[in-house]
């Protein structure tokens, strides 16, 4: 079974700061990898998608993760922090028969 | 906006009585996903339908069922409600017709609180 662990529930960076939010995935499978940004009161948000291809992959709003077979990881990053980027983020897997299952989210604060 | 539309957006009621909660997906999305979003629990899988039919079955209560009609829009029925039913529900769509590697895009939600 498909199942995916985020490590910290709450990351609190500086502005400016780098962003770590961490993603460590079960899969028994080659696995589909997913993060998504939740702002208050919307929905889901696609950041990024892992689906095979290159392993450091590159979304939206300067995020990006790299899909790290050996260490089960897709951990993502941005290098600089901004006030707007404080969500929750939510990473996710998939494989050709499983439908998305989430993470518990990790709620991201940005100081000024 | 994601394109995937979900009524209502709030709805408050008493324990025992039973909600319809509707969602329309994207245009040309051929698969509605639903999903509970809820403090304890987390985002949960509820169900898949794919084109009007049952896809894929994840937690979801035998109080609960949903369907898919001809015109692809989607309704989650919940019945018999309890306070720990009370929770966000997502709606959410994709044009996959075979595996789970597209995007699927989310609606903004149905709040629903039980008192």
């Known amino acids: 079974a498909q199942s995916v662990t985020q490590l910290g529930s709450h990351v609190s960076v500086s502005e400016g700061a780098l962003v770590l939010l961490r993603c460590n995935y079960s899969s028994s499978v080659p696995p589909y990898l997913f993060w998504y940004v939740q702002y208050p009161n919307q929905g889901l948000q696609l950041l990024l998608k892992?689906?095979?291809?290159?392993?450091l992959v590159k979304g939206i709003n300067g995020f990006e993760a790299e899909f790290k077979k050996s260490e089960t990881s897709f951990h993502l990053t941005k290098p600089s922090a901004h006030m707007s980027d404080a969500a929750e983020y939510f990473c996710?897997?998939?494989?050709?028969?499983?439908?998305?299952?989430f993470g518990k989210g990790t709620r991201l604060s940005v100081i000024a | 906006d994601s394109g995937v539309t979900q009524t209502p957006k709030h709805l408050i009621t008493a324990t025992g009585q039973r909600v319809t909660l509707r969602c329309s997906p994207r245009?040309?999305?051929?698969?509605v996903y639903w999903y509970q979003q809820s403090l304890d629990q987390g985002l949960q899988f509820l169900i898949q339908?794919?084109?009007?039919?049952?896809?894929a079955k994840g937690n979801i209560l035998e109080r609960f069922s949903a369907q898919q009609f001809p015109d692809l829009h989607s309704e989650l029925n919940l019945s018999s409600l309890e306070l720990g039913d009370s929770a966000l529900y997502f709606c959410?769509?994709?044009?996959?017709?075979?595996?789970?590697?597209?995007?699927?895009?989310f609606g903004e939600g149905s709040w629903l609180t039980v008192v």
């Open positions: 892992y689906t095979s291809a290159a392993t």
């Open positions: 339908y794919y084109n009007g039919e049952e896809r």
């Open positions: 996710a897997v998939s494989d050709r028969n499983t439908p998305l299952v």
């Open positions: 959410a769509s994709s044009p996959e017709t075979g595996g789970y590697g597209n995007t699927i895009y």
């Open positions: 245009s040309g999305d051929l698969s």
